[in-house]
């Protein structure tokens, strides 16, 4: 990993401790078996892996855990993608990858590294790679997949560590977790290959083409809302923003789509419900964006048949918006999100609808986490989009889901509501304290 010799580190796997802002040796591999590993991938990469503890969230969230994990992984899946468009890198999720493998190359399957510690779940694997260095390596494609083989004989290697325990009580068990990380478990390879096609445009920042505060700013002052004041608005022009960079283009070959949505190797599965309270120039109630036009004909088949799908007026045309009820929906919002004031006290909120039974059947159940990777992937490009507009956001991870179905009819399971978000004017709380990033870290010099 010709980048990282400046860092000095050795050949073989790294853990990010966060607190310590540094990286934790797990694994030594010989360097040959590394460049086997990278071979298929472009000059300098490296691979980066996600995994969850689910007691992390269970602890409080009960069952809702499972799903809030596989959010906080599309979560970090944006935040990774956008942190390497920053330094002008390219990242892709190797979602061709089967669990198994992902679970040994991460050391997520050695049970004498965890003794009586709380397990960790395996989730993906990423490439990144600095695309300054790609012209000594080029490569007109690259694989979704690693080599099952190559993975085995790193597993062979020295390892280093052991798992921290979390609970100095044993963990309450909940055996519906589990039940679901097994049923949806990828057990098989995809051998597909993605096209290293130029880009359409550079994608390093936003800062290069937008006036406004620069992305580093922007990330390091991203805070969830606690609350809103119930009368910020925003503007029209601000809102259509916000939802064109929901837009995955997914007409365009994956390495040609705006960043971060280069980072994700399938079509978009989530559409938006819209609660519109105070957007300047629009009318209060219902909306809907359709993330793939092309799905707009199973869309309106799957909600009541007889709702008006009014293209909203001024609306940008390559953005596939439409007002379905009109009406004050502050209180609606609020009560299929467990009655949380926040869903109607900002200038909108919305739940985010999967495409769920058919994507189930025709992909396998092994696409139920990747749904919710996707919405926490669309709650991370709207958390920062909010920063950038001078209001806040927040998840909302409680909700009803029947009640939400039933405001527009949804048939069956043929959609699925999944995550919610609300975006508005935040109550600051002053009991908060904001520090310097990582000043508690002693540094060399």
């Known amino acids: 990993m010709p980048q990282f010799d400046v860092l000095n580190l050795k050949p073989g796997l790294y853990h990010y401790a966060p607190k310590e802002h540094g990286l934790e040796l797990r694994a030594e591999f010989p360097a040959v078996q590394i460049a ?36 906080d992984a599309g979560h ?9 468009a920053t330094l ?18 991460l050391g997520t399957a050695r049970k004498e590294d965890f003794n009586d510690a709380e397990r960790e779940h395996p989730d993906c694997l990423a490439v990144v790679w600095p695309t300054e260095d790609v012209e000594q390596d080029a490569k007109s494609k690259i694989p979704l997949f690693v080599e099952n083989a190559v993975v085995g004989d790193l597993a062979k290697c020295t390892w280093h560590g052991k798992a ?3 609970s100095r009580e044993n963990p309450v068990p909940w055996e519906i977790i589990d039940d679901v990380a097994i049923a949806s478990w990828k057990s098989a390879v995809e051998r597909r290959m993605l096209s290293l096609s130029p880009p359409a445009m550079d994608d390093a920042s936003r800062e290069t083409s937008d006036t406004g505060p620069n992305a580093g700013k922007i990330i390091r002052q991203r805070r969830s809302a606690v609350a809103f004041d119930g009368h910020t608005s925003i503007t029209a022009a601000t809102f259509f923003r916000m939802l064109q960079r929901t837009m995955p283009c997914a007409d365009r070959p994956q390495m040609d789509r705006p960043m971060p949505w280069d980072v994700w190797p399938y079509e978009p599965a989530i559409h938006l419900m819209l609660f519109v309270h105070r957007v300047e120039g629009m009318t209060p109630g219902l909306y809907m964006l359709v993330r793939d036009p092309k799905k707009m004909p ?60 058919g994507r189930l059947r025709e992909g396998g159940a092994w696409w139920y986490p990747r749904l919710f990777w996707e919405s926490g992937l669309l709650g991370q490009v709207l958390y920062l989009e909010a920063e ?38 935040p109550v600051e709380d002053r009991r908060l304290m904001t520090l310097p990033p990582y000043g508690h870290v002693k540094r060399d010099g």
């Open 36 to 71: 086997r590993l990278l071979a298929p991938f472009p000059y300098g990469a490296f691979l980066f892996g996600l995994s969850s503890v689910h007691w992390r969230e269970a602890w409080k969230y009960g069952e809702r855990a499972f799903r809030y994990c596989n959010h």
């Open 76 to 84: 970090a899946i944006g935040t990774a993608r956008i942190a390497a």
């Open 88 to 105: 002008g890198w390219k990242m892709v999720l190797l979602d061709g990858v089967a669990e198994d493998t992902v679970a040994t190359l």
């Open 164 to 166: 921290n325990r979390l």
């Open 298 to 357: 199973f869309i309106q088949q799957s909600m009541n048949p007889e709702m008006t799908w009014t293209p909203v007026p001024g609306c940008p045309e390559e953005l596939p918006l439409y007002w379905l009820l009109e009406g004050d929906a502050k209180k609606l919002a609020a009560q299929v999100s467990c009655h949380q004031d926040i869903a109607g006290d900002g200038a909108f909120s919305f739940g985010m609808l999967a495409e769920f039974e």
């Open 388 to 425: 950038a507009a001078g209001v806040r956001a927040t998840g909302i991870g409680c909700f009803f889901d029947d009640p939400v179905h039933e405001i527009v009819a949804v048939k069956g399971l043929s959609l699925q509501s999944l995550y919610h978000f609300t975006i508005g004017g």
